[in-house]
């Protein structure tokens, strides 16, 4: 007989799957990093607090009720409000991927990056799977103030560069979240290297109508 593996298992696997994946390419360094999926009920499961994505156990995740409240597994990080807001603003989105990714922390950190929009569409496929990327001011890691502007941010866009701290993607499903912030940071990568060069970028009409797809 066949044993039936239920959605929580499956998913607790598959955030430790794609945490080794982000740790293994260098997208996250030590420690740092947090990734959150919605189950069918409501519940979230999160990387609890000092936990490297690389080595997570499936059995030690966070696991939160439908109403926000640590209900088991280990203590969730200090940075789980950034997933509250996405899921609170973001009606269609079951996963949050938060990074401190090299590239797009040094975007974050440039004075010129404009913050309606951190970086320019410079390929199709970012257009696609990012859209447009403000950059939120600012504030010191656990300030409430920070919530409040992600919590702002996420009316409009499923993705946010916080600065001199990292990007926090929301997408449909966990595979949708990984793939829009590798997206990201690779074009945060390319924005870097063509920094101070002339570049043709997507216009902006056609990155929305990409966007829109």
Do not use: W
Not at 27 to 32: D, K, M, P, Q, Y
């Amino acid at each position: 007989m066949t044993a039936v593996i239920s959605e929580e298992t499956r998913m607790r696997d598959s955030i430790c799957a794609v945490g080794k994946s982000l740790f293994d390419r260098g997208l996250t360094a030590g420690s740092t990093g947090n990734i959150s999926a919605r189950l069918g009920d409501g519940r979230l499961l999160m990387t609890p607090t000092n936990a490297s994505l690389g080595t997570l156990d499936p059995g030690r995740l966070s696991l939160f009720d439908a109403d926000g409240t640590h209900v088991a597994g280990d203590r969730p990080t200090k940075e789980a409000f950034l997933h509250r807001c996405m899921y609170c603003e973001r009606l269609g989105a079951n996963a949050v991927v938060h990074l401190h990714s090299t590239h797009a922390v040094a975007v974050s950190i440039l004075a010129d990056t404009d913050p309606e929009d951190a970086l320019p569409p410079l390929t199709a496929y970012y257009a696609m799977r990012v859209g447009r990327l403000p950059l939120v001011p600012y504030y010191a890691p656990g300030d409430e103030a920070l919530a409040l502007a992600v919590k702002q941010e996420a009316r409009r866009v499923h993705a946010v560069l916080l600065a001199n701290h990292g990007p926090v993607v929301a997408g449909r499903s966990l595979l949708d979240a990984q793939y829009a912030m590798e997206e990201l940071e690779e074009t945060a990568k390319l924005h870097l290297m063509l920094h101070g060069r002339a570049v043709r970028p997507l216009s902006r009409a056609e990155a929305d109508r990409l966007a829109g797809g």
